[in-house]
């Protein structure tokens, strides 16, 4: 069992940057592939990175490439989204998920409550 805690969430204007945490609660988590997903109100959930357990393997959605970085210390059973040259569009509650690689939600199995990121014009 894994239990996943968002946090880094706020207000941001257009163009400045965000740094989201996603703690872990057990022992395996080290040993899980992770991603993240956002979701904006009336719209489905959407890929936004995920990585392998050891970080070496990355992907990104193309939205973001050049501007967020996903990363991990398995030390603290930790990992980040930081999220560069916020654009409004990235406005959503953003939500880290463990047990794949997967740009799909259904693949993954276990899911934080979510954090809030709010980007403004």
């Known amino acids: 069992q894994l239990q996943l805690v968002e946090s880094g969430g706020g207000w941001v204007q257009a163009g400045g940057s965000l740094r989201l945490s996603c703690a872990a609660s057990?022992?395996?988590?080290?040993?899980?592939?992770m991603g993240w997903f956002r979701q904006a109100p009336g719209k489905e959930r959407e890929f936004v990175a995920s990585?392998?357990?050891?970080?070496?393997?990355?992907n990104y959605a193309e939205s973001v490439k050049g501007r967020f970085t996903i990363s991990r210390d398995n030390a603290k059973n930790t990992m980040y989204l930081q999220m560069n040259s916020l654009k409004p569009e990235a406005t959503a509650v953003y939500y880290c998920?463990?047990?794949?690689?997967?740009?799909?939600?259904?693949?993954?199995?276990?899911w934080g409550q979510g954090t809030q990121a709010t980007v403004s014009s």
């Open positions: 990585m392998n357990w050891n970080a070496r393997n990355t």
């Open positions: 998920a463990a047990g794949s690689v997967s740009t799909w939600y259904k693949d993954y199995a276990y």
């Open positions: 057990g022992r395996t988590y080290r040993t899980y592939s």
